[in-house]
């Protein structure tokens, strides 16, 4: 049976959060789809809540602590992302672009990445795609064309006209599922030290 | 091996008393600890180059010059020189001179600078960075091996049989280092020519300078400039110590909180278990550093960061008290023990004098040997060799 591994990213600050039902949600789904496909998947649920202070001292310093460190292998080692946030202030969350801003901007070339958030009304959905599409799109990653707004009204009935959640999160879950079933990023030897292979030691261009 | 220390130059608020020293006391404060570095019997004093405030030390082989007069033992070396933004011309000739000036006592250490704006202030590009760092390092080394250069290369106007002045001392170029954070561009380049290279090792866990320096005693051995534990190693390192391991936290406390680099983030505690920082008794640091070969090998310098934070200089020189007077011997101790022989320390001008005394020796042997067996030639090898 082939493995792949999946990290999943929620920004959420209260206890419990609406931004982690999303996420756990839409990382249910995704397992789904790929135990479908006879593809077992090993699921790292990261709460940027319990690394605040660290990602903040990275900030600051340049460098993780060994638990801020950890989930940042997490994730860059995975086969497959979902990031899910709340928006506040016409945006994905402070909190969730410190995390991207410390990552090494080579860090998610190639990831798969669905993306969700959370507001208190629809009128808000439309930042997945002007702000958290055009972050991921500059750090290369491949953010599936689905991302899953929830607002407040939708963990009940709905707006009217708009396809039921549950609905547009199977969708955004099974194209990240492709995805990441051809992925092979968490099985890649990254050497930290390679060089181009235009280097050399005495400086390039004619120098002598 | 070599103790010593290394100044960044910050002018910066003592926290405690919310007193900003002035440049011109800083200038001075620091010519006043270079001496008591000699004076507790340390190694060597080395200054950064910065070209914004709150630095000071935008030049320094003029500080350099002045500690060169004063002292009579030190190695006079730089943490870091901006071989990307100052022309390698000048550093050849500043250093020269300050070889002729302290009889030998420098050495360099090659750096790219912290902030992004030096390099526009020198007319340079800052994605340039790197090939910047070699092509001029390139040149710096051959206007001091060569004594007429032409040259012609990206970043700077041609030399046509350029003679930069005055030679080094002896015709032996000053030895250089290689200070990096993070690019394993200058370690294979320290590599490449069989020079030293040094791991700031104060700002980032220790894990991170221990794969650099890895990757640079490979590159060494790939060069052939000997086996990878004969590579040339510099650590940073950072300490505050007093004879009660709670009086030197208590005491430290609020100028780690309100430093410059660290300061608002992360606590003491996390911070000291982080990263080489030691806080505490002088017998904790010596097992701190003691345990520094174990990690990055058998290593040549090891130079301490002791005048920052705001620090008053009554409390530096109280420092460098209890460096020089309890820790470094007893780290003299601990390096000694099982060194290998063919370890070799860090070269200084009299090494490399002696070195190519020597190289002159073998060679003149190695010409008379060859002569002598020219004269064991019989008649028909001899006439084959015509």
């Known amino acids: 049976m082939t493995t792949r591994k999946l990290a999943v990213i929620s920004a959420g600050l209260s206890q419990p959060s609406s931004t982690r039902l999303l996420a756990d949600r839409l990382a249910e789904a995704a397992v789904e789809r790929l135990k479908m496909q006879d593809i077992e998947v090993q699921v790292d649920v990261i709460e940027l809540r319990d690394v605040a202070q660290d ?10 602590s060994p638990k801020l460190n950890a989930v940042i292998e997490k994730v860059t080692g995975a086969d497959g992302l979902i ?12 909190l969730f672009k410190s995390f991207f801003d410390i ?17 208190g009304t629809e009128r808000h ?84 | 091996m070599q103790f010593g220390i290394f100044t960044v130059g910050d002018v910066t608020t003592n926290p405690t008393t919310g007193r900003t020293p002035t440049e011109h006391e800083r200038i001075k404060d620091i010519l006043t600890i270079a001496q008591k570095v000699e004076e ?26 002045y500690i060169a007069a004063r002292t009579e033992r030190i190695i006079l070396s730089t943490s870091t020189t901006l071989i990307t933004t100052s022309d390698p011309v000048k550093i050849a000739e500043d250093f020269a001179t300050l070889q002729h000036i302290s009889d030998g006592r420098v050495d360099v250490m090659m750096g790219r600078g912290n902030t992004g704006p030096v390099y526009p202030w020198f007319g340079k590009d800052i994605r340039q960075g790197i090939p910047l760092a070699l092509e001029n390092y390139n040149l710096l080394r051959r206007l001091w091996r060569e004594e007429f250069v032409d040259w012609e290369g990206q970043f700077r106007t041609p030399l046509q049989g350029f003679q930069s002045t005055p030679r080094p001392l002896d015709d032996i170029p000053p030895f250089v280092w290689h200070g990096s954070i993070r690019s394993p561009e200058i370690a294979e380049q320290a590599a490449y020519y069989g020079d030293g290279f040094f791991a700031n090792n104060i700002f980032w866990p220790k894990e991170h300078y221990m794969q650099l320096i890895r990757l640079y005693r490979q590159r060494f051995e790939h060069y052939g400039h000997g086996t990878a534990d004969q590579a040339i190693v510099g650590l940073g390192g950072q300490a505050f110590m007093r004879k009660n391991s709670q009086d030197a936290v208590n005491e430290f406390r609020p100028y780690f909180d309100n430093a410059p680099v660290y300061g608002h983030g992360p606590s003491l505690e996390d911070f000291t278990a982080q990263t080489p920082l030691t806080v505490g008794s002088p017998q904790q640091v010596i097992d701190r550093y003691a345990s520094m070969r174990e990690y990055f090998g058998d290593y040549q310098r090891q130079l301490f960061l002791v005048d920052h934070a705001g620090l008053p200089l009554s409390t530096v020189l109280e420092q460098l008290d209890i460096l020089g007077g309890e820790v470094v011997p007893a ?31 073998a060679h003149a042997d190695a010409s008379h040997v060859a002569s002598a067996e020219s004269n064991d030639l019989t008649p028909e090898t001899a006439q084959a060799g015509n």
Do not use: C
């Not at chain 1, 990552?103 to 507001?119: E, I």
């Not at chain 1, 396809?163 to 099985?187: C, P, Q, T, W, Y």
């Not at chain 2, 390096?335 to 020597?358: G, I, K, W, Y």
């Open chain 1, 103 to 119: 990552l090494d901007t080579q860090a998610l070339v190639a990831m798969p990445v669905l993306l969700g958030a959370t507001g």
């Open chain 1, 55 to 64: 990602v903040t001292n990275n900030l600051l310093l340049g460098f993780p």
């Open chain 2, 331 to 361: 780290l003299r101790k601990e390096f000694a023990t099982n060194r290998p022989a063919h370890v070799p320390d860090a070269p200084t001008h009299a090494s490399l004098l002696a070195q190519r005394a020597a190289s002159d020796a």
């Open chain 1, 83 to 94: 990031a899910v946030t709340p928006i506040f202030t016409t945006s994905y969350s402070g």
């Open chain 1, 125 to 208: 959905s439309l930042a997945l795609d002007y702000a958290m599409r055009p972050m991921f799109t500059y750090l290369h990653a491949v953010a599936v064309p689905t991302s899953v707004f929830a607002a407040s009204a939708d963990w009940g009935s709905g707006g009217a006209g708009v396809k039921a959640l549950s609905d547009r999160i199977v969708r955004g879950a099974s194209e990240l599922a492709e995805l990441v079933a051809a992925s092979d990023r968490s099985g890649l030897v990254r050497d930290p030290f390679a060089l181009d292979s235009s280097f050399s030691p005495v400086g390039g261009f004619g120098a002598q």
């Open chain 2, 40 to 65: 507790v019997g340390l190694d060597v004093f080395a200054t950064g180059e910065h070209h914004n405030p709150p630095f000071i030390p935008s030049s320094p082989t003029t500080l350099l010059g």
